[in-house]
């Protein structure tokens, strides 16, 4: 059963272009069989498939369960600090993507992924190729809870 549906930023600088190839290798360098997160929405708006829905996830430690992983590409501005770097076309096949899969997963909450807190578990373990405490450096509960 998917409880979550949990948006992400790639944590790369504004305007930069990466796409699903380029994050399946991060993901591979980092130990993970492949990609992690099911999509992928590139600066012009494109939704890349990483995973399929029916596999598990890799993109929220502990929480990876029933929880898929959407990444939009950006979320750091120039000098690399946190910003909403969604580009308007970005945050249109966010939105039809995240309303398309609230359709189809009615009793998942849609959550950015800073709103898993890392010390939920106690354990103070922190990912470090993501900027968890930012990711997706905007208000993705809130935004989204109307869908
Ligand atoms: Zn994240």
């Given at each position: ?5 949990t ?5 790369t ?7 699903s ?5 991060w993901h591979?360098d980092?130990g ?6 099911h999509y992928v ?19 929220v ?7 898929i992983?959407?990444?939009?590409i ?6 690399g600090?946190a ?5 308007r076309?970005?945050?249109?096949s ?5 309303k398309?899969?609230?359709?189809r ?9 800073r709103?898993f807190s ?6 103070g ?5 993501e900027?968890i405490k ?5 208000n ?8």
């Open positions: 059963m998917i409880k979550y549906i948006v992400h930023c790639s944590a600088k504004e305007g930069k272009e990466f796409n190839k380029h994050i399946d290798r591979k980092r993970f069989r492949k990609i992690g997160y929405v590139l600066l012009d708006g494109t939704i890349e498939v990483g995973r399929f829905e029916s596999e598990q996830g890799a993109h430690k502990h929480y990876n369960k029933g929880n992983g959407i990444c939009y950006g979320g750091l501005d120039e000098n600090n910003k909403d770097t969604r580009t076309a970005q945050k249109e966010l939105r039809l993507l995240l398309d899969l609230k359709k997963y009615k009793k998942a909450v849609i959550k950015g992924h709103d890392p010390d939920l578990d106690g354990d373990v922190i990912e470090e190729f900027f930012q990711c997706p450096c905007f993705a509960k809130k935004e989204y809870s109307n869908l």
